[in-house]
């Protein structure tokens, strides 16, 4: 059972507009949460993460958003660049544990 | 300066012939971790090391074994692998589990014939 979901598997957008990627998670224990970015051939390296206690976290170009009571994050980019073109997925975990679980991957596609 | 390595980075094997494949770390991380992603799917823990102490997923078939024989390196058996298992799996280190962010090699993919 998909605990993590990315329901968009691509999305495409234009060079300086925003992209918005969207998870939804189905485990109301999770607290903590976190945004990897892959490229092909290389492993997932991480983007930005967001505790429970916030409903906020920048960080330059990147904001990830998360709303508990709809069980819900999103992660802003703006302005988005031919270079974030990418697969970006969305993990969770319960703080005390050592799991993360992870969505299916939106794929960005930056058009320059 | 790679910091979690794997070989080989494209793994064929036989149907039923054991493979072994392997990840290396120079973050000196105390946990690491074996993933394996099928086509379109998120990526699904196996297994985790916290130093020395083996954490088994309950859903991880027997199939599937893991050696850590000291702390940078750690390998992933497959003792007879179907052709369910193909996949690319991914390795990654923390520092201390939890939140601690994880480090991941870019992965082997494992094609089974």
């Known amino acids: 059972d998909q605990q993590v979901k990315q329901n968009s598997p691509s999305l495409s957008v234009q060079e300086g507009r925003i992209s918005i990627l969207n998870c939804d998670y189905t485990?109301?224990?999770?607290?903590?949460f976190l945004w990897y970015k892959k490229y092909p051939a290389e492993g997932p390296t991480f983007l930005i993460s967001i505790s429970s206690i916030k409903d906020k976290n920048e960080d330059g170009r990147f904001t990830v958003f998360l709303n508990k009571s709809a069980k819900h994050l999103s992660l802003h980019i703006v302005p988005s660049q031919p270079g974030d073109s990418a697969v970006y997925f969305c993990?969770?975990?319960?703080?005390?544990?050592?799991?993360?679980?992870f969505g299916t991957g939106t794929s960005l596609t930056v058009i320059p | 300066d790679a910091m979690v390595i794997q070989n080989p980075r494209y793994q064929v094997t036989q149907f039923g012939k054991p493979v072994t494949l392997s990840c290396s770390q120079t973050?000196?991380?105390?946990?690491m971790y074996w993933y394996q992603q099928k086509s379109s799917q998120a990526p699904k823990l196996l297994f985790h090391y916290y130093d020395k102490d083996f954490n088994n997923e309950a859903d991880t078939p027997d199939n599937f074994q893991s050696r850590r024989p000291n702390t940078s390196f750690c390998f992933l058996d497959i003792r007879s692998p179907g052709l369910g298992d193909a996949a690319m799996y991914l390795c990654?280190?923390?520092?201390?589990?939890?939140?601690?962010?994880?480090?991941f090699g870019p992965g082997t993919r494992l094609t089974v014939l």
């Open positions: 485990n109301s224990m999770f607290d903590y």
């Open positions: 973050l000196n991380h105390n946990v």
């Open positions: 993990a969770a975990s319960v703080i005390t544990g050592n799991q993360f679980y």
């Open positions: 990654a280190t923390s520092s201390s589990g939890s939140t601690d962010t994880q480090y």
